[in-house]
């Protein structure tokens, strides 16, 4: 079962998220019911050894201090079902925690798109949008306060599909 290593968002900004996860869902498949949270994805593996990521996603928590994050702009994987996202500015900082992450955990394999030459951190608005959807996609978009500014607080460990948390550790560190 593939899992993916995810940052969650603040408690504020997770709202706006949600909100806006309702007002799609009657347009696509609907993210609010798939069992995961608004988050940005740091990894994807197909082979992890479980509890050893546990362990190690826990004491990594507790050497890293949240951290802000802007999301200035709405960004979209085009094809025949595509995602529509909020695209987080990038930071130094946000691209050292990836980075620590990958190298963390560098004896498991991620997925090629999650590597750092083509990682596009995101957080998926609406996804498996034919076509037709994405001018009435575009039009909910236009309601968000953007830029959002956030936070993001919590590190968990996700099998998918469907989405199940396997853990979830607040960032403690300063």
């Known amino acids: 079962m593939p899992h993916s290593v995810e940052i969650y968002f603040d408690f504020v900004t997770d709202g706006v998220i949600r909100d806006v996860w309702q007002r799609m869902a009657p347009l696509s498949y609907s993210v609010l019911n798939s069992g995961t949270q608004p988050h940005l994805k740091l990894a994807l593996y197909d082979d992890l050894e479980v509890p050893a990521m546990i362990k190690a996603l826990e004491k990594f928590s507790k050497s890293s ?68 959807a994405l001018p009435r996609v575009f039009d909910v978009c236009r309601g968000i306060p953007l830029p959002l500014n956030g936070r993001l607080e919590k590190i968990a460990l996700v099998e998918f599909e469907p989405a199940k948390e396997v853990c979830v550790f607040e960032l403690e560190g300063s």
């Open 65 to 132: 201090a949240p951290m802000d994050v802007v999301l200035p702009g709405i960004g979209v994987f085009p094809s025949d079902r595509s995602i529509v996202f909020l695209a987080p500015a990038m930071t130094e900082r946000l691209l050292q925690f990836h980075t620590q992450i990958l190298q963390r955990f560098g004896h498991c394999q991620p997925w090629e798109y999650c590597l750092p030459s083509r990682w596009v951190p995101h957080c998926v608005l609406a996804r498996e949008l034919p076509p037709a």
